[in-house]
């Protein structure tokens, strides 16, 4: 199962042009629903202004070099290991959940486009990343929904409870485990396997035609707003905030207690010992 090209056999009945056709106006509606989103919350405006602001308070002009050396310090950190999730349990799910979508997503784009029929065999790297990304995202989504979701975790709300906030993870959920029923009632020859494909189409269509109501497009906004982060903190314009710490001779004589000036860093940071869970 894990090394069979679930799209060839497909092909049979659905033609190959129609299967990526679909993936095409998928596509389309990801960029679409994202644009719009865009122009609708004017996020696009408020970055760029954000950015020109930050350039006039700061007090330092970084070089090309510094900002290539941020782009690629953003990239190895926020965005392909997550290290803003403080919770080691919350980064490893979103980790899970992330890279098993880009291998889903990759792997059937080639599959459809590629090789679509028996005409043109399938290595079996691509079924297996199929696969295992299926299963990596269940794995971290569903781990998410169940035990680490703020609602159910530290609220006591129960994981049924829906909300339009959870349009994204449940589509995106529905999506893996349709398709990975499909793959293995179509690999045994179940007669279910039509009914569980048109749920996984379903599925799909929901995720990615909804992306101006879910949280589709912050996985676009997330990178570019943690580039913007690391660059005011750099050029010292820091969003306009106080840039002091507690390190700092001049924040520590604003205490009007002896006991504040000379404390440790990690004084006070006892309620980070124990998650948040006394809602």
């Not at 299967?19 to 644009?35: D, H, K, R």
């Not at 954000?50 to 310090?73: F, M, P, Y």
């Not at 080639?110 to 269940?138: D, E, K, N, Q």
């Not at 997330?222 to 903190?233: E, L, V």
């Amino acid at each position: 199962m894990f090394t069979y090209n679930p799209f060839t056999e497909l092909a049979a009945f659905i033609p190959a042009t129609v299967m990526q056709m679909y993936v095409i106006a998928m596509a389309v509606l990801v960029v679409g629903g994202t644009l719009i989103d865009t122009l609708h919350k004017k996020s696009a405006k408020w970055f760029f202004e954000n950015s020109k602001n930050a350039q006039e308070s700061a007090t330092r002009t970084l070089s090309s070099g510094d900002k290539a050396g941020i782009a690629v310090s953003t990239v190895a950190s926020e965005v392909l290991t997550s290290s803003e999730f403080s919770n080691p349990q919350r980064r490893l799910s979103h980790l899970l959940t992330m890279y098993g979508f880009i291998f889903f997503i990759l792997s059937t784009a080639v599959m459809v486009f590629y090789y679509p029929t028996a005409a043109t065999p399938t290595p079996p790297i691509w079924p297996l990343l199929w696969h295992l990304g299926a299963l990596s995202l269940c794995v971290g989504g569903y781990w998410f929904w169940f035990f680490i979701r703020v609602d159910v975790s530290a609220e006591g709300k129960p994981w049924y409870k829906l909300a339009r906030a959870d349009l994204f993870i449940v589509s995106l959920l529905a999506m893996a485990t349709f398709a990975l029923i499909w793959s293995y009632l179509q690999a045994t020859g179940s007669a279910w396997q039509t009914l569980f494909l048109g749920l996984f189409i379903l599925a799909s269509t929901l995720l990615f035609s909804t992306v101006l109501w879910s949280k589709f497009a912050h996985m676009f906004f997330k990178p570019m707003a943690a580039y913007q982060k690391r660059i005011t903190k750099a050029d010292g314009s820091a969003e306009n905030l106080p840039t002091n710490t507690r390190d700092d001779p001049a924040q520590q004589k604003r205490h009007s207690m002896e006991l504040l000036k000379d404390a440790p860093m990690d004084m006070g940071l006892g309620i980070k010992r124990e998650g948040s869970s006394h809602y």
